[in-house]
C-alpha cells in the first residue's frame, strides 16, 4: 500500500544533542513538507521541498535543517540550536495538484 | 491578524446532532479548500477537498465554500461517536507558489453517546 512513514513514532533529545527524524514515502509525489504541532497552536510549516536537491524554509526553520537527496526521502534533523523541541512533528507529501497525505507523525521530547 | 481562523472549540454533541464547524480566512489569493480529520496522536487524514464556491457532499460530509465572505464550512449529519476528533481547516494557492497549505488551529469535536 502506498503512503508515508515516519519513524521514530517516540524520541527522546538530551540537552544540546541532534536528532533526525525520518520520512519515507512511495506515492510518487513530488513535494513533501515538515510541520510542527503544539497544542493550541496548529500546524506549523517547518521546511518544504517542490523538488529533489531543493528545499525551502517554512515559518519556524530556525533550529532545524533538511536534506532532499532522493524523491522518497525528506529527513528532517533538529539541532541543539532549537530551544523548544517537543512537540508532535508530521511529515506530509502531495502531488502537483492535490491534498497532503501525512504520516503517523514522531513525538519529540526533550529530557 | 491570522491569515485562517478556526474557533478552537472544544465541541461537544450528542450522538445525532448536526455538526457545523467554521474558518474564515483574509487571503482572497486561496483557491482550494481542505477539511482534515485527526485522531489523537494520530497524523491528520483528507476529509474534503474543493476548490469552487458552493456546496460540496460526500456521504454524511458537506463541505460549503464561500469566497466573497471568506468562509468555508463542514457539516456533519447524524453525528456519530467516531466523529469525535480535531478537524482542521486548510487552504492554498496555486502549485508554484510552493503547494503550501495554511492550516486553521484545529476544533476538537467530541460527540457523546
Known amino acids: 500500500d502506498g503512503g508515508i512513514t515516519q519513524s521514530p513514532k517516540y524520541l527522546f533529545r538530551k540537552e544540546g544533542q541532534n536528532v533526525t527524524l525520518s520520512c519515507e514515502q512511495n506515492?510518487?509525489?513530488?513535494?513533501m513538507y515538515w510541520y510542527r504541532q503544539d497544542p493550541g497552536q496548529g500546524l506549523r510549516l517547518i521546511y518544504y521541498?517542490?523538488?529533489?536537491?531543493?528545499?525551502q524554509k517554512g515559518d519556524i526553520a530556525e533550529g532545524y535543517s533538511v536534506s532532499r537527496e532522493k524523491k522518497e526521502s525528506f529527513p528532517l534533523t533538529v539541532t541543539s540550536a532549537q530551544k523548544n523541541p517537543t512537540a508532535f512533528y508530521l511529515c506530509?507529501?502531495?502531488?502537483?495538484?492535490?491534498?497532503?497525505?501525512f504520516g503517523s507523525g514522531t513525538r519529540l521530547t526533550v529530557v | 491578524q491570522k491569515e485562517v481562523e478556526q474557533d478552537p472549540g472544544p465541541l461537544s454533541v450528542p450522538e445525532g446532532a448536526i455538526v457545523s464547524l467554521n474558518c474564515t480566512y483574509s487571503?482572497?489569493?486561496?483557491?482550494?479548500f481542505m477539511w482534515y480529520r485527526q485522531y489523537s496522536r494520530k497524523g491528520p487524514e483528507l476529509l474534503m477537498y474543493?476548490?469552487?464556491?458552493g456546496n460540496k457532499e460526500d456521504g454524511r460530509f458537506t463541505a460549503q465554500v464561500d469566497k466573497s465572505s471568506k468562509y468555508i464550512s463542514l457539516f456533519i449529519r447524524d453525528s456519530q461517536p467516531s466523529d469525535s476528533a480535531t478537524y482542521l481547516c486548510?487552504?492554498?494557492?496555486?502549485?508554484?507558489?510552493?503547494?503550501?497549505?495554511?492550516f486553521g488551529q484545529g476544533t476538537e469535536l467530541s460527540v457523546k453517546p
Open positions: 506530509a507529501s502531495s502531488p502537483r495538484d492535490g491534498g497532503y497525505t
Open positions: 506515492l510518487n509525489h513530488d513535494a
Open positions: 521541498s517542490q523538488i529533489v536537491n531543493d528545499f
Open positions: 487571503n482572497s489569493a486561496f483557491q482550494y
Open positions: 474543493t476548490y469552487s464556491s
Open positions: 486548510a487552504m492554498g494557492q496555486i502549485y508554484n507558489q510552493g503547494g503550501k497549505l495554511i
